[in-house]
């Protein structure tokens, strides 16, 4: 069982529609969680980071975490083309400083 | 804004050739670390540092070498580039202050011919 888990896809989201997109993990004492979005070609940039059980909402961008339920998801309002990309889930291992980063799920939102 | 960079950012080599891929940052931070992954394809992290003089091999095997004698580089070098040494090589920076978040370089992409 891999240590970061995401539904590969490809999810596709109409514009404006909400974009939900799922992670889970297994080492429960993680406390630190991160999304990456990466574009086709280039490298994975920071959208959000959460280290608390709830809601963190940063502009179109929600990112949730269940630490009970080893869950981590990431919820875009108002999804637009520019969106389309594959986005990582990314978990700090309770035991070191490493960071596991799950095989990301490629998001498409079409017009 | 992270402050990584990467050179070269595309690098097209014969088989045989030993060849260096530069990494630095001004961050201060005291992790670095190198990531190989293919188009499509999933991160494989194949070298970190902790620190200086620290250096550890990574989840995927590779025939590369690392080093750090100073904080702020973290070269990687292939003592002879073949064909399935072709990849993206992408470097990342992180500090205990910021919770470890992984900033990364752009990327070095490589063709081995």
């Known amino acids: 069982q891999k240590e970061v888990e995401q539904n590969s896809g490809p999810l596709s989201v109409p514009e404006g529609a909400i974009a939900s997109l799922n992670c889970t993990y297994s080492d429960r004492g993680s406390q630190s969680f991160f999304w990456y979005r990466q574009y086709s070609g280039k490298s994975p940039e920071l959208i959000m980071s959460?280290?608390?059980?709830g809601d963190k909402e940063d502009g179109r961008f929600t990112a949730q975490l269940n630490k009970a339920s080893q869950y981590v998801s990431l919820l875009i309002r108002d999804s637009q083309p520019s969106d389309s990309a594959t986005y990582l889930c990314a978990v700090r291992e309770s035991s070191a400083s490493k960071i596991i980063f799950g095989s990301g799920t490629r998001l498409s939102i079409r017009p | 804004e992270a402050d990584i960079y990467q050179t070269p950012r595309y690098l097209v080599i014969g088989t045989g050739k030993k060849i260096t891929l530069e990494c630095s940052q001004t961050m201060g931070h005291d992790k670095m670390y190198w990531y190989q992954q293919d188009p499509g394809m999933e991160l494989h992290l194949i070298h970190y540092s902790y620190g200086v003089n620290s250096t550890e091999k990574g989840d995927l095997s590779s025939e590369s070498t690392v080093s750090r004698i100073r904080t702020e580089h973290f070269p990687l070098t292939l003592e002879s580039a073949r064909p399935s040494h072709t990849s993206q090589y992408l470097c990342?920076?992180?500090?205990?202050?910021?919770?470890?978040?992984?900033?990364f370089g752009p990327g070095t992409r490589l063709l081995v011919l």
């Open positions: 959460i280290y608390s059980n």
């Open positions: 990342a920076s992180s500090d205990q202050e910021s919770q470890e978040t992984q900033y």
